[in-house]
Each structure stands twice: as structure tokens, then as C-alpha cells.
């Protein structure tokens, strides 16, 4: 069965470093997503993408991150200068219409 | 925008026994409900779903009911396992293109021999 895949499953960076997480998608899926995970807490919705550009974002996706497609299988998330509060696991996920099926994750560690 | 709230935080039970872990949600325009559970390190799992034009689903030992006039859904487990240990998160997101879906915090089932 196929599932939704990431890299790094962990990262570990410096305050202000930029980091780029990778997720493969299921291959015939349309819909892409980001949603990250603070310890202990519940999943939190980042943005949406469809059709090459995105659909939604939350107040938590400010300029400091971006999204790209960069061919047919690759989605990334981008954090330019990253902050403490950054830290979090990062789940991918994508879906052919409303459901959604959820990658491994990204711990992500801003020191 | 959607609020999604979930009872209770912690659950437990004995094997065998069933459990109900009950959401409800704030904006009437939503009508697709997943459940995922996540076991600890791990990715959220589908287990189940329910759109709004129906009122329960069935899947095995694992159901779902909506009732869209009080604006809740609940799961239901039943003989419950040692390994259904989990935390569920119930959400919940309208049919758009690329709908987000707004989770409820979360409920830790603890499943004991």
C-alpha cells in the first residue's frame, strides 16, 4: 500500500539556520498539505496546496515559510530563519479529496 | 473558522470493555469527520471517516456517529484491545479543493489487561 514519505525524519539546527523538509506524496494524489505537531499537543494545520500554488494557509505559515513542488514527486516545506518556537514535529500529508493521509514526520529541533 | 473540541483528554479501560471518545465542532459548513490515531513517534492513522449525509459508520470493532444538528460526532471502540493504546484526535473540514482539517486535542485510551 503505498504512503507518504519524509526526510530527514530528524533535524537538528541553529536559531535563524534555514531548513528545507521533503515529503513524497502518494503518486496520484492532487492534494498537498503541511500541519506541524508542538510536544504533546494537538496537530495544527499550516497550508494547503493544489494545482501548483497554495490553496490555504494558517496564521502559523507567515513569511518566514514557503512551500514548492519543485518537480512531479517532491513537495517541500522551506523556514528560512528559523526560531525556537519552530520546534515541533512536521507532518506531510496528501489526499485525492477530503481524505488525507499523513506522512512519518519531521522532528524538527531549533537549538 | 473551525473549533473543534474533544472529551475526554484521558481514557481508560479495561480489555474487553468499550470506549467512546465524543468531539464536537463549531462551524455548521464542515461536513467531513476523520478520526486518526497516533501511536507515540508516530504518523496520524485513518482509522475511520464520516460525511455529513450519513449518520454512523460502521468498520469492525470501530464505529462512527454524527448527529450535524447538535454539531457533535463520537467514536466508539468496542472489545477493546491492548494495542487500540493510542491517542485519537478527532477533526474535522468542509469538501473544498484541498480542505484543511482543524483537530480536536486529543484523547490518550489506555487499554488495560
Known amino acids: 500500500e503505498p504512503e507518504v514519505t519524509q526526510t530527514p525524519s530528524h533535524q537538528v539546527t541553529q536559531m535563524g539556520q534555514e531548513v528545507i523538509l521533503r515529503c513524497v506524496p502518494i503518486s496520484n494524489h492532487l492534494y498537498f498539505y503541511w500541519y506541524r505537531q508542538i510536544l504533546g499537543q494537538k496537530v495544527e494545520f499550516l497550508v494547503s496546496?493544489?494545482?501548483?500554488?497554495?490553496?490555504?494557509k494558517s496564521e502559523i505559515f507567515d513569511d518566514q515559510f514557503s512551500v514548492e513542488r519543485p518537480d512531479g514527486s517532491n513537495f517541500t516545506l522551506k523556514i528560512r530563519s528559523t526560531k525556537l518556537e519552530d520546534s515541533a514535529m512536521y507532518f506531510c500529508a496528501s489526499g485525492e479529496w477530503e481524505t488525507q493521509y499523513f506522512g512519518p514526520g519531521t522532528r524538527l529541533l531549533v537549538l | 473558522g473551525e473549533n473543534v473540541e474533544q472529551h475526554p483528554s484521558t481514557l481508560s479501560v479495561q480489555e474487553g470493555d468499550s470506549a467512546v471518545i465524543k468531539c464536537t465542532y463549531s462551524?455548521?459548513?464542515?461536513?467531513?469527520f476523520p478520526w486518526y490515531k497516533q501511536e507515540l513517534g508516530k504518523r496520524p492513522q485513518l482509522i475511520i471517516d464520516i460525511r455529513s449525509n450519513v449518520g454512523e459508520k460502521k468498520d469492525q470493532r470501530i464505529a462512527v456517529t454524527l448527529n450535524k444538528t447538535a454539531k457533535h460526532f463520537s467514536l466508539h471502540i468496542t472489545e477493546t484491545q491492548p494495542e487500540d493504546s493510542a491517542v485519537y484526535f478527532c477533526?474535522?473540514?468542509?469538501?473544498?479543493?484541498?480542505?484543511?482539517?482543524?483537530f480536536g486535542t486529543g484523547t490518550r485510551l489506555q487499554v488495560t489487561l
Open positions: 462551524d455548521s459548513a464542515s461536513n467531513y
Open positions: 496546496f493544489y494545482n501548483n500554488e497554495i490553496s490555504e
Open positions: 477533526a474535522a473540514s468542509g469538501t473544498g479543493t484541498a480542505s484543511k482539517l482543524t
